[in-house]
């Protein structure tokens, strides 16, 4: 095959971008596609010979890190290659040209949700969220002890509500992971949301307003009305559910949970971290499959490292092995805890040796030193760094991604 040219779209020409990049997905239909383009901030192109054989695109997002920090990630999304060109190298092209613009722009964090997880590690991305999938026989999943709501929940229509939702996002202070939604991205979440879904009705929006009379929070949900042998068979489908405080994370559960004419309930994004798995009665009724989500590739590892906080003081030095980029490898200091930290080019010994990808799934806490280092994966070149970077980089709550991109 001839070489591959990386052509940045205009933003005037994002509708054929989308329009190009859905083919390559085999042109399955595509709720709301006609906003798809109003949620991208810059797309690539793959070319040979004159023709379109991949396509790629970037959300600026904000990624929330452990102490709170928001920083600038590149969502990279919509990645497609014509299936007439594929293993050819045209993804290695794009991944490289991602790459690069991130660093040209300052970006320090790449990050994407992979259609197959064996992909993207060989371009030093690592899984840094697990997310989980959840489901309850509602009959079983009664709390363990009673609660009584000192507030009171309430219907809103999503595409009124936009600003409300937002507000709340941004209040969520010790969400890890969580990404900012534009506007723009929740104008798309809405439309797509109004529509029915396979068996199931419109999503609908329950908001949760506080004692003091702000809303605390969400859940949007859809309702599949089943019915077998005359008896209901419902199942509630959770798509999210965000609090800001533990009354209305119980009072948004209770409601999913007692609907009636639902005999289940089913949610793709379940916390895992999430509260309700320790009030629940009965708590081995809720079935948890866990995946992995949100796959980072940190660009700048000094920012990056330095942005984010630790769960006690301690110091390591890691050195980073990075092929793709022999400038980010190297050897880093990291004195670091919970209020502060601070992170340099050292030609001091190391303590832990890992790769790119490693070093994004320890980054956000979900996933500890000491367990990559079980796996072979991260190296001890100093006794007790190992036992000393888990307890730095463990954090709690476990990280959370709010939307998959
Ligand atoms: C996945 C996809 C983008 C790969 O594109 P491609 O141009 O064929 O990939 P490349 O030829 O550049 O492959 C680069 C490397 O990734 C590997 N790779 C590519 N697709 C892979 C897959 N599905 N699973 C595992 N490895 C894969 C290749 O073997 C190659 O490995 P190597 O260079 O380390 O030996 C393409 O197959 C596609 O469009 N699939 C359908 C849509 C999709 O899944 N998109 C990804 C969204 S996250």
């Not at 209305?248 to 007692?258: I, R």
Request: glycine share 8%; net charge negative; aromatic share 6%.
């Amino acid at each position: 095959m001839s070489t591959v040219e990386i052509a940045e779209v205009r933003s005037d020409d994002m509708d054929r971008f989308v329009e190009i990049a859905h083919g390559f997905w085999g042109g399955a239909p595509e709720p709301a596609m006609e906003l798809v383009s109003k949620v991208l901030d810059r797309a690539m192109l793959a070319r040979t010979d004159g023709e379109d054989i991949g396509a790629a695109a970037v959300i600026d997002f904000r990624l929330s890190l452990p102490g709170g920090q928001r920083v600038a990630m590149d969502g990279v999304t919509w990645v497609g290659v014509s299936a007439t060109a594929r293993r050819r190298g045209v993804l290695r092209a794009m991944m490289t040209h991602c790459l690069e613009s991130a660093r040209e722009r300052g970006v320090g964090l790449l990050g994407l949700g992979a259609s197959e997880s064996s992909i993207y590690r060989r371009f030093g991305y690592g899984v840094a969220t697990h997310i989980c999938t959840a489901q309850i026989v509602t009959a079983h999943a009664a709390l363990g002890t009673p609660f009584r709501d000192p507030g009171r929940l309430r219907f809103q229509s999503l595409d009124t509500s936009i600003a409300t939702l937002r507000d709340v996002e941004s209040r969520q202070r010790d969400r890890v992971a969580g990404i900012g939604r534009s506007e723009a991205y929740w104008r798309r979440i809405a439309v797509t949301d109004a529509k029915p879904e396979g068996e199931t009705g419109p999503a609908q929006l329950v908001v949760h307003v506080g004692s003091g009379g702000d809303v605390d929070g969400f859940v949007v949900y859809r309702l599949e009305e089943r019915w077998t042998d005359h008896l209901a068979d419902g199942v509630v489908h959770v798509k999210e559910l965000t609090a800001l405080n533990l009354d209305a994370h119980l009072a948004l559960w209770q409601h999913v949970l007692t609907m009636d004419l639902a005999e289940h309930l089913r949610m793709e994004r379940f916390w895992p971290d999430d509260p309700i798995q320790h009030l629940l009665a009965d708590p081995r009724r809720l079935r948890t499959a866990t995946s992995d989500d949100l796959h980072l590739r940190v660009v700048d590892v000094a920012a990056m490292l330095q942005a984010r906080r630790y769960s006690c003081d301690g110091s390591v030095v890691i050195e980073v092995i990075d092929p793709a980029c022999p400038d980010i490898a190297g050897r880093y200091r990291l004195d670091g805890g919970r209020d502060d930290a601070a992170v340099s080019r050292t030609e001091e010994p190391a303590g832990l040796l890992l790769d790119g990808a490693s070093l994004a799934s320890v980054f956000l806490g979900d996933t500890s030193v000491a367990a990559l280092h079980r796996a072979g994966l991260v190296e001890e070149l100093r006794r007790g760094a190992v036992a000393s970077a888990t307890a730095m980089f463990t954090w709690s709550p476990r990280p959370w991604l709010n939307h998959r991109f």
